[in-house]
């Protein structure tokens, strides 16, 4: 009997039948076909309605568990009597019905023989349990004949703690008493009706475990019992001591701490530092990271689970997600493909239907069936991301690229590039494939910076470009970034296109002629460094005999480096100068010391200037010549110094949250400021508009327009030693010179339906100052200003702040916050 829907088991039954659920890593109808066939019953009818499909695609025939099956479908319910009777055509013999999402260890041997032996019409195998009120009573005489039904009785009803388990061996006859096409069952209508006829219904206590997991309750008491071995099950694994049971290919880092009675499944990965506490279940190719912690929770297939997360006698649903210090307390249960942000937290009791996202930093008290709590899009300020091969995968891959190819015209041009992983390389190829298939030809760079991605589009005339890399702040995470026609980053609008697209499988197929191509451009190398000496004074630069410390940080950098510098006629001493696969994804995770180690090179060498690009080319570190590491304000100061004194009247493109200082040294050199906002899109967009010298996008990033308007760490040493030529000026004089900035950046967690409420009320109380509103609200002070700007990807605002000192930036930043805080109470109290 496989046509339950499960209801009180919701959501994990929203989108599987109720047999399907997985119990000790199998479906709870697979324990029940082992049981069957450790019996000897092989072969097996199973009545099928509810997502009929999920059982008949991983049944099949049954010969892989060793019996035979066959399938008899209900179009509409028709009560546990009513789909026997749908399968009478299979039914010419003695026969036993049993429940498909039970857990039982009962010996059906013996029941058939008690039936056989006793010559009744039916026999149906009964238990005694403590609490009979949630089940259907069955009363029998002293000689084991049944008397009376009693479904779901009340405690004034009970007369006997036996209890009907829904296993019954009947014999053919019983059909006639079964209507065709009707809802009826066995207890209420069938078995009362061959009473009144005088039929013999035999009644058979039985020993041996047996439960209905028909709640959420029982779900986990079943679990419980297995993890117990209370009840005869086939657990598979590999068992170890203390009642650990171990999946082929699991990876268990020897400093996790795992407590027994446990099952970790088939190619589960847990980090050092988790910690799987007793009762706790995991599926298979469930990732567990550094310092998670759970216990009493039962895990379903192909779930990640964040550093620091906790989870306490929970269940959490196959494909769910989540993230850094997430927490779900008892009894909480999440659906399928759930995504529960970073600190979240799931209170007692709480159910998250499938598909729900929550945002990060929520506090959930009221279950989530239709809407979700959070504002989760597919793109993120750097296109889209998410951990490799978990949220970003190589079917998500072809898709996305497939949607993007569709936005454009049949027999465009798309540049692809990667980074120096594993990761990147196969993830291009999907998304290759993927634009192939939608009319689009792909020129493929292979290998190559963000910026000579970039410079390739626009040189070309190409109609878009997409790049693939691990995330700079995350090497386990992955990024898919895409390029409009002049290199920038795509708009607002495209990406609306491309997730519209997506969401709908709105794909342009090609047929087998209107395919696309994949060809690979030549001296791609060669335009690039060409174009950037051209924007230099070159012969200024050689005469100089720049003498460099540079690190390429394993990255794609230094595939540009090597020809850009031959023209330069520097001296220069490379570290980490190549291109590495295996090493790229750590470069990121040791910036200070490759930091330091450049600042000791400088010093020893007598260096005019240190270099520490980061593996994208696009952002750096710099060290000057007496081995000072600049900070990335600092950098962005000395740098405005450097154009305003080369370039009399520049134009300069900044956000809204530099420092002022900037600005003042702008002015003294007759430069003007064009403020931007903090997007790089739009600062690319800003500079890439025309009549703007330099951009800084802070955090190591610069733009020259009249080369790219797009970050680039290459050009950006280039136009450095420009900037030095023209000058004549070392880099250590210009930092001398700096003015300190004492700047200060605090966040508030805040729902993002109150951001609104946020920023009206900042723009009340701000009523009497001078506003700056490029982006997010500027308040300006007498001796430093505040900026109060929205997070557009998580539930949080920014606040930033610029004071007289490094304590004066602070409480200025801390007044805002406070402000915030107290706004969102009084929201909170309406």
Aim: aromatic share 6%.
């Amino acid at each position: 009997m496989a046509g339950g829907e499960g209801t009180r088991l919701r959501p994990l039954t929203s989108n599987q039948p109720k047999p399907m659920m997985p119990m000790a890593n199998r479906p709870l109808m697979e324990h029940v076909v082992r049981r069957l066939a450790l019996h000897g019953i092989d072969d097996i009818v199973v009545t099928v309605a509810f997502l009929a499909s999920h059982i008949r695609n991983y049944f099949g025939d049954g010969s892989e568990l060793g019996v035979s099956m066959r399938y008899a479908t209900e179009e509409t319910p028709l009560g546990t009597a009513g789909s026997v009777r749908n399968a009478a055509a299979e039914l010419d013999d003695t026969f036993m019905v049993i429940s498909g999402d039970v857990l039982s260890d009962i010996d059906l041997d013996a029941v058939v023989k008690a039936h056989r032996s006793s010559g009744a019409l039916a026999t149906i195998a009964l238990r005694r349990v403590a609490n009979p009120i949630d089940f259907g009573i069955v009363i029998t005489n002293a000689e084991g004949w049944v008397e009376r039904f009693l479904e779901k009785p009340t405690w004034g009803q009970v007369f006997s703690d036996t209890i009907n388990t829904g296993i019954y061996v009947l014999e053919p006859q019983i059909l006639d008493l079964i209507p065709e096409h009707e809802p009826v069952d066995f207890s209420e209508a069938v078995f009362p009706a061959a009473l009144k006829r005088g039929l013999a219904i035999q009644g058979l206590v039985v020993d041996g475990y047996w439960e209905d997991v028909g709640t959420v309750e029982a779900y986990h008491r079943a679990h419980r019992d297995v993890l117990d071995e209370r009840v005869a099950v086939d657990i598979p694994g590999f068992r170890l001591g203390d009642g650990i049971w171990l999946g082929e290919g699991a990876d268990v880092d020897p400093a996790a701490e795992i407590t027994g009675p446990v099952i970790i499944g088939d190619n589960c990965r847990i980090e050092a530092g988790a910690s799987i506490g007793e009762y706790t279940v995991l599926g298979s190719n469930v990732v567990v990271k550094h310092d998670a912690s759970l216990a009493r929770t039962v895990v379903h297939d192909h779930v990640y689970i964040g550093p620091g997360a906790t989870l306490r006698g929970c269940i959490v649903g196959r494909s769910a997600d989540l993230r850094r210090a997430a927490r779900a307390e008892e009894g909480v249960v999440l659906g399928e493909e759930c995504f529960i942000g970073e600190g979240a937290v799931i209170n007692q009791g709480v159910k998250v239907y499938p598909y729900k996202t929550v945002e990060a930093g929520a506090v959930v008290n009221a279950s989530i069936v239709w809407e979700s709590r959070g504002q989760r899009t597919l793109f993120g300020r750097r296109g889209v991301r998410g951990l490799a091969n978990v949220d970003v995968t190589a079917q998500l891959a072809v898709r996305l690229a497939a949607a993007y190819g569709t936005s454009l015209k049949r027999g465009s041009v798309v540049c692809c590039s990667r980074d120096t992983s594993r990761v990147a390389r196969t993830l291009k190829r999907a998304v290759m494939s993927g634009l192939n298939l939608s009319g689009v030809h792909v020129e493929d760079l292979e290998l190559a910076p963000v910026p000579l991605t970039r410079f390739h589009v626009r040189s070309e005339r190409a109609h878009g470009g997409v790049t693939v890399r691990l995330s700079p702040d995350d090497p386990a995470s992955v990024e898919i970034r895409f390029f409009d026609a002049q290199g920038g980053d795509i708009d607002d609008v495209a990406k609306r296109k491309i997730e519209r697209l997506l969401a709908r499988d709105d794909f342009r197929r090609a047929f087998a002629g209107d395919i696309g191509d994949i060809v690979f451009p030549p001296r791609v190398l060669e335009y690039y460094t060409a174009a950037l000496i051209r924007s230099i004074a070159v012969d200024a630069v050689r005469e100089r005999a720049f003498k460099l410390v540079l690190d390429t940080s394993f990255g794609s950098a230094s595939v540009v480096l090597n020809p850009v510098l031959a023209k330069l006629g520097a001296d220069v001493l490379a570290v980490n100068p190549f291109a590495a696969t295996a090493a790229a994804a750590h470069a990121g995770d040791d910036l200070e010391t490759r930091l330091a180690r450049v600042q000791t090179l400088v010093r020893a060498s007598g260096s005019h200037l240190g270099i520490v690009f980061d593996p994208d080319g696009e952002t750096l570190r710099l060290v000057d010549d007496t081995g000072y590491a600049l900070t990335d304000e600092e950098c962005l100061l000395a740098l405005v110094t450097l154009v305003s004194e080369a370039h009399p009247g520049a134009r300069l493109a900044l956000p809204i949250a530099v420092s002022r200082e900037a600005e003042r040294i702008a002015a003294a050199g007759g430069a003007t400021i064009a403020w931007a906002k903090l997007s790089s899109a739009h600062l690319m967009e800003v500079a890439g508009a025309g009549g703007i010298d330099f951009a800084a996008s802070g955090g190591g990033g610069y733009l020259w327009p009249d080369f790219l308007p797009a970050a680039d760490a290459v050009a950006t040493m280039t136009k450095v030693l420009d900037l030095l030529a023209r000058t004549g000026r070392r880099l250590s004089s210009v930092v001398a010179g700096l003015p300190s900035v004492h700047l200060a950046h605090m966040t508030v967690s805040t729902p993002w339906e109150r951001k609104g409420t946020v920023m009206r009320t900042t723009m009340e109380q701000a009523q009497d100052k001078e506003l700056v509103l490029v982006d997010g609200i500027k308040v300006l002070h007498a001796d430093g200003w505040a900026l109060v700007l929205p997070d557009p990807e998580e539930p949080l605002t920014h606040v930033w702040a610029e004071g007289g000192s490094d304590g004066g930036a602070r409480a200025l930043a801390q007044e805002y916050v406070g402000r915030i805080r107290a706004a969102l109470v009084a929201d909170t109290d309406r």
